[in-house]
């Protein structure tokens, strides 16, 4: 295969145009253009053909491709499926809020971490998203939508800390002012709990909103809900996020899918025992729909039960607004849809 460009960070971009001989201003150049959505070197229409076609021998530029577009009829949420170089899908939305443009993207085709309400794991992993893939998604969205995407959450498919050094490579790109100059605060996280790489993460200066999938406020609920749970207690894992909020100064979120196995007050209660003294944030969700899943909603009465009790007991909790149900474009309902299509 030959090297992407758009894997590179501006200084990797610079040190490998001077390897070839080039000024150190054209890695600047191409890492424009990557930003502002080359799908090809061609695009970049200000280096001389003679530079693109010395290029081309061992290099490349290429964005996701847009194999599908869905826009939802309830409140204009647009879900992507995108195709990648070696034919592999996945899916992106992209909401839209009064601030803004925002927009939910995958790290990986597939996933390993087994959770058991979620669509994406359902076909298990099939490889993690290079860096170029995880921000092309973002960089192809924006140029369809001829919009600016102010934010930008990692909460699509796939585990984002099991594919760890491609993430910091993303983050990195994407922060350069050179290139998309997304901030820290203007990106969100989700993660199901890998606690020695949410501590190693704290430790990176990237200073973006950590989430924390937990689900479950007890370990044996949790361990049956999320495999995950198997390797790192709740404990060891609020451990990891208590170390993020101390070098980082950002508030973890903690996202709580409701449904009628974990959406009891007993279950409010031991959620707000764990979290009460903690400067924390709860989203909850009702559970979506999953068909090959057994997972049932809890009714509109005991979710505002539920989110009341934490309110009242000192835990900060609000519900997440629903966005795209019509295209199946929530939280867990992503997967490598042409693929399910096809069976
Ligand atoms: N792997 C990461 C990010 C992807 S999932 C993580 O686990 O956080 C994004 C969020 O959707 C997670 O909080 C996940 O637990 C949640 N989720 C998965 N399936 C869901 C479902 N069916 N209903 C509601 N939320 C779900």
Same mark, same amino acid.
């Given at each position: 295969m030959p090297l992407n460009l758009g894997d590179l960070t501006l200084d990797e971009l610079t040190a490998y145009m001077l390897s070839m001989?080039?000024? =150190?201003f054209r890695g600047k150049q191409i890492f424009r253009w990557i930003s502002r959505? =080359?799908? @090809?070197?061609?695009?970049?229409?200000?280096? &001389?053909k003679k530079l693109r076609e010395k290029l081309a021998l061992n290099a490349e530029i290429y964005l996701p491709q847009i194999r599908k577009k869905m826009v939802s009829k309830l409140d204009g949420t647009i879900k992507y499926l995108f195709e990648l170089r070696d034919g592999n899908l996945v899916e992106t939305v992209v909401m839209s809020y009064h601030h803004g443009y925002s927009v939910c993207i995958s790290s990986?085709?597939?996933? /390993?971490?087994?959770?058991?309400?979620? =669509? @994406?794991?359902?076909?298990?992993?099939v490889r993690g998203l290079a860096p170029h893939e995880i921000a092309g998604q973002i960089i192809a969205a924006q140029r369809d939508l001829g919009e600016k995407i102010s934010n930008v959450v990692v909460?699509?498919?796939?585990?984002p800390f099991d594919n760890y050094d491609n993430i910091i490579k993303f983050l990195k790109i994407i922060n350069d002012p050179n290139g998309l100059g997304i901030g820290w605060r203007h990106i969100t996280i989700s993660t199901c709990g890998l606690a020695d790489k949410i501590r190693r993460f704290a430790g990176e200066g990237m200073p973006v909103n950590l989430a924390l999938s937990?689900?479950?406020?007890d370990d044996g609920l949790r361990r049956e809900m999320m495999p995950v749970a198997k390797a790192y207690t709740i404990a060891e894992t609020l451990a990891s996020c208590d170390e993020y909020f101390n070098k980082t100064g950002r508030r973890v979120t903690f996202e709580y899918a409701l449904s009628?196995?974990?959406? @009891?007050l007993a279950h409010a209660a031991a959620l707000a025992k764990l979290? /009460?003294? /903690?400067n924390c944030h709860v989203n909850l969700i009702p559970v979506n729909p999953v068909s090959e899943r057994d997972y049932v909603r809890t009714d509109r009465e005991s979710v505002k039960a539920f989110m009341d009790y934490l309110n009242n007991n000192g835990v900060n909790a609000t519900l997440r607004r629903e966005l795209g149900a019509d295209i199946s =474009? &929530?939280?867990?309902?992503?997967?490598?849809r042409e693929i399910v299509d096809q069976l």
């Open positions: 001989g080039e000024g =150190a959505g =080359a799908g @090809s070197l061609d695009d970049c229409t200000d280096l &001389s990986q085709v597939g996933c /390993r971490m087994g959770c058991t309400f979620c =669509a @994406s794991t359902l076909n298990g992993l909460m699509g498919i796939g585990e937990l689900h479950a406020p009628e196995k974990n959406g @009891s979290l /009460r003294h /903690r =474009a &929530s939280c867990g309902q992503l997967r490598n």
